[in-house]
């Protein structure tokens, strides 16, 4: 697999567990049986392609793109769908979230670029 290649099948995890978490919410503690089964397909995708991706980028960093993302992603769909309140120091710690990812994008030499 090659770089873009792996990163695409992390965004893929990203996405896959940003979908579960959101039915997570929805599956109201496991009791409603459709988002529940989603949410156990979705981190199971998830967890299988994020240990595709650490074959070929290093696992601090994958974990680091894919839970940072995620979690803003996360923030963003509770912010909108489910009408959750973000406060100023929430979304600075977002944004700082946003920020590390993007420095260790651009500018790290641990990422094969």
Known sequence: MSLPAAYAVLLLAIVAEVIATSALNASD????????????????????CLAHTVRYIPVGIAYAIWSGIGM?????????????????????????????????NTMSSSVGH
């Open 29 to 48: 503690g496991f009791t409603r049986l459709g988002p529940s089964l989603i949410t156990v397909a979705g981190y199971g995708l998830a967890f299988f």
């Open 72 to 104: 803003v992603l996360i923030a963003a769909i509770g912010w909108i769908w489910f009408r959750q309140t973000l406060d100023t120091a929430a979304m600075v710690g977002i944004g700082l979230i946003l920020a590390g990812v993007l420095v260790i």
